[in-house]
């Protein structure tokens, strides 16, 4: 395939899927289902995904992880992140009571390529209780840890994000 048809394949990948994702959204929020209602809102997204399409899917994320990812690790992955929140609300809860917390933020690497995996992880961090995710740059991701155990990056990072990057990992992959 020449660079020419390599970067159409893309274009137009990238327009389907944003296409496809936009149409599926108001076909759930529309509550109109009939036959122009349906063509109307297809020719809409479609128009939408056109002058939008570089947003959602960047350039430097054209391959194949970074738009198609496994349904079936996601799944598991929710599920580690209601028993990662189970265990770490109940951590907290714990701390609150013993009033023995060391707030502080730290800065954690990561080892995702993908934007899109980086951007999960940052937002897991911050949905698991005890941790918010404060600032991105690059492969770096610093967070207000409500427990500091270790100021170290590599051991903070370990005890943070191991779990959950190593899922990530494997659904972008």
């Given amino acids: 395939m020449s ?3 390599v970067e159409r394949y893309w274009k137009f990948l990238r327009i389907s899927v944003v296409t496809i994702f936009c149409f599926a959204v108001w076909f759930l929020f529309s509550g ?3 036959e122009y209602s349906i063509y109307a809102g297809f020719i809409f997204a479609f128009i939408s995904a056109i002058y939008s399409y570089n947003i959602y899917i960047e350039d430097s994320e054209i391959h194949r992880s970074a738009i198609f990812f496994r349904f079936d690790l996601l799944f598991i992955y929710l599920l580690l992140i209601f028993i990662e929140g189970y ?8 701390l609150v009571f013993k009033r023995k917390y060391n707030p502080g933020i730290i800065r954690i ?39 500091v155990k270790t100021i170290n ?10 779990r959950l990057e190593k899922m990530i990992g494997r659904i972008f992959q």
């Fill in 32 to 34: 109109e289902y009939s």
């Fill in 3 to 5: 660079p020419d048809n």
């Fill in 153 to 162: 990056s590599i051991h903070s990072g370990k005890i943070i994000k191991e």
């Fill in 109 to 147: 690497k990561t080892k995702l390529r993908s934007d899109i995996g980086r951007v999960l992880l940052a937002n897991s961090i911050t949905m698991v209780p005890g941790t918010l995710s404060v600032w991105m740059e690059n492969n770096y991701i610093f967070v207000h840890w409500f427990d």
């Fill in 87 to 94: 265990f770490a609300s109940y951590e907290l809860i714990k």
